[in-house]
């Protein structure tokens, strides 16, 4: 440190002009000293004075201060008593001017000698650094084209010591052939000053292998601008090459796996929630545009979409999945409602966990969004379907209980007859003909039962066959009145016909089996003494037939069910009956593009109704 110190003491060189000033003043303070001490120096004043010289020469800055100093010194000393003859005044003079050369010259060789033994200090720490870095050192001296390097510089380019000519070529040789051509060019843009000396480039060993250089150089000049040196620093960036491409591959597979993944994804840095990464599809289960969900973005602080728990219960955003996993490291895997910006609810499968660095600290948060709303909603129409299938296994269950009553029924009436007639034909007696009308009244009970179930699987089957014909409904329904009369005659039935043309192409068949199931209905289902009022009506597209009872009228819940197969009314534990004739009713209005109805209350009676449209366009199915 004392030697650094000394040469910057040393390297202060002053101008001329300073150097004089500087001469004077110190000559000035060395004859104030030589007064001060003349009793003590009498016999020798030119010692201070001379010390003033050498005082001058070597804090004054050089030659010009010290001559300065003799000159001036010189003058004071024809001043002084006994000196007046002038020989040693001349004397001081010279002995001083020549003193001050010397001085001079012994204060530049220390000064020369202090500034190189520093410069090898900061060379050596230099070096050192350049070692510890792993940094090559070169400098070319342009003028003699001599090119010097140090031994990592050697080992960049694969060569020894004894190999190493020193030129320029040394370098352009060991440049790969396919960047040559661009090392030259950045070498002379920066000699001439175009563009400083940073340059990436490959250099190819003599045993064939390759490595890549990073380079760096700073271009000395003259004060014409001509270029002198050029000094530098290499750095093998191979490695780091190639474990940038190694990442960059890595990024670019991972980027396409998640950008062409199916499941959404997004990705927040650690604290502060910025979202980093969201893939398409996540942007899709956000609302699909890429302005609900971006890049940069606090989730902390983001609206533009809400999430709610499956029953609805917002979701503050600090407890977010993405959020508690930045903020707690918390893993999760959650059921969440999204609520897009247009109002459309998704049901998501978030699968949440944070990403730790080494030291186990959080670094980002990862979500894994699915949209499962489809999903949800096949296991919700799986859900309906099984507890469909429920309600038709207890249908078909309560059915074949009814059916194997309501067939039990006629047939055991039957065989109980047949056995009283045989009985009597066996005795010889004569049986009663009422014994045969009442077998037959449960034969054709029976029959019909069997009619309504292969009915029912026609339609099920979609084979239930049209006979169309032109009708007149007006006719059909006044037949089916007599029937219905005849059979219960102290029952008040009216109809009341279209005024206007009834006639329709309908299976007439099939509509009758509708009327007078519809009727027997009303029969069964109302007080005896009660009147049941039939009306046909002509509308504009359609004829209207409708049927009114005065009976106990139908819930809501049974006016949903009444339709369908195995459903009875209200009066079905008093009443005999399969449930499937209204069931089929509706299949065949169906059949024939109309619609069926009821309009009831509970103590108000039921109104059941059908409609046919005039132009009729029909259904006709089968094998």
């Known amino acids: 440190m004392t030697q650094i110190n000394l040469a910057q003491q040393l390297a202060k060189s002053r101008r001329p002009l300073s150097q004089v000033f500087w001469g004077i003043g110190i000559s000035a303070l060395a004859i104030v000293i030589e007064t001060l001490l003349w009793e003590w120096v009498i016999h020798s004043p030119f010692l201070i004075l001379s010390f003033g010289v050498v005082l001058s020469c070597f804090y004054g800055g050089g030659l010009f201060a010290g001559v300065a100093a003799t000159f001036f010194l010189t003058l004071y000393s024809f001043s002084l008593p006994n000196f007046i003859h002038g020989i040693p005044q001349v004397i001081f003079f010279i002995i001083d001017v020549w003193g001050s050369f010397l001085l001079h010259n012994y204060r530049m060789k220390i000064r020369r000698l202090a500034i190189a033994e520093v410069r090898a200090e900061e060379d050596h720490r230099l070096r050192f650094a350049a070692a510890a870095a792993k940094l090559g050192i070169w400098e070319w001296d342009i003028e003699k084209d001599f090119l010097t390097w140090d031994e990592q510089m050697l080992a960049f380019y694969g060569i020894d010591r004894e190999s190493f000519s020193g030129q320029v070529a040394a370098w352009q040789n060991g440049v790969h052939p396919d960047d040559v051509n661009r090392a030259n060019e950045a070498l002379e843009r920066a000699l001439k000053g175009e563009q400083s000396f940073d340059l990436e480039f490959r250099v190819l060993h003599p045993d064939g292998q390759t490595r890549t250089i990073k380079a760096n150089g700073l271009v000395i000049r003259d004060a014409s601008g001509k270029a002198l040196k050029m000094f530098g620093l290499n750095r093998d960036v191979t490695e780091e090459k190639r474990t940038l491409q190694q990442i960059f591959e890595l990024k670019a597979y991972f980027e396409a796996a998640l950008l062409q993944s199916e499941a959404g994804i997004v990705v927040a840095d650690a604290p502060d929630g910025l979202i980093r990464f969201a893939n398409s599809a996540a942007l899709r289960v956000a609302g699909g545009e890429e302005s609900v969900l971006v890049k940069n973005v606090d989730i902390n602080r983001y609206g533009r979409w809400r ?42 499968l978030s699968k949440t966990a944070p990403i730790r660095r080494e030291d186990g600290s959080t670094m980002s948060g990862i979500s894994v969004l699915m949209d499962i709303t489809e999903q949800q909603k096949l296991m919700e129409d799986l859900k309906l379907a099984r507890e469909a299938a429920e309600v038709a296994m207890r249908a078909k269950a309560k059915f074949l209980d009814i059916a194997a009553h309501e067939l039990r029924t006629p047939v055991t009436a039957v065989s109980l007859l047949a056995q009283l007639i045989q009985r009597q034909i066996q005795k010889g007696e004569s049986f009663e003909p009422s014994m045969l009308d009442r077998m037959r009244i449960q034969l054709d009970r029976l029959s019909r039962l069997v009619v309504d179930l292969l009915e029912v699987s026609k339609l099920d ?45 309908i299976d007439p068949v099939k509509i009758y089996e509708v009327v007078s199931n519809l009727l027997d209905n009303a029969i069964k289902y109302s007080p005896e003494n009660s009147p049941i009022e039939m009306v046909l009506e002509n509308k504009s597209d359609t004829i209207r037939f409708s049927i009114r009872d005065h009976g106990p009228g139908l819930s809501e819940e049974s006016k949903r069910k009444l339709f369908t197969a195995f459903e009875r009314g209200a009066a079905d534990e008093k009443t005999s009956g399969l449930g499937l004739g209204l069931f089929i009713c509706r299949g065949i209005i169906g059949l024939h593009k109309g619609l069926i109805g009821v309009s009831s209350s509970k103590g108000n009676g039921s109104t059941f109704y059908f409609d046919l449209p005039k132009e009729q366009v029909y259904e006709r199915t089968g094998s």
């Open 461 to 505: 089957r979609g084979a239930l066959e049209l006979r169309p014909e032109i009708t007149n409904l007006n006719n059909l329904i006044s037949d089916c009145q007599t029937t219905f009369q005849f059979q219960f005659p102290h029952r008040a039935i009216t109809f009341t016909p279209s005024k206007e043309s009834a006639e329709l192409m």
């Open 307 to 348: 999430i709610t728990e499956l029953d609805g219960t917002p979701i503050p955003n600090q407890d977010l999945p993405l959020a508690r996993a930045i903020r707690l490291g918390e893993s999760s895997s959650r059921e969440l409602i999204m609520v897009r910006p247009n109002g459309e609810k998704r049901v998501v």
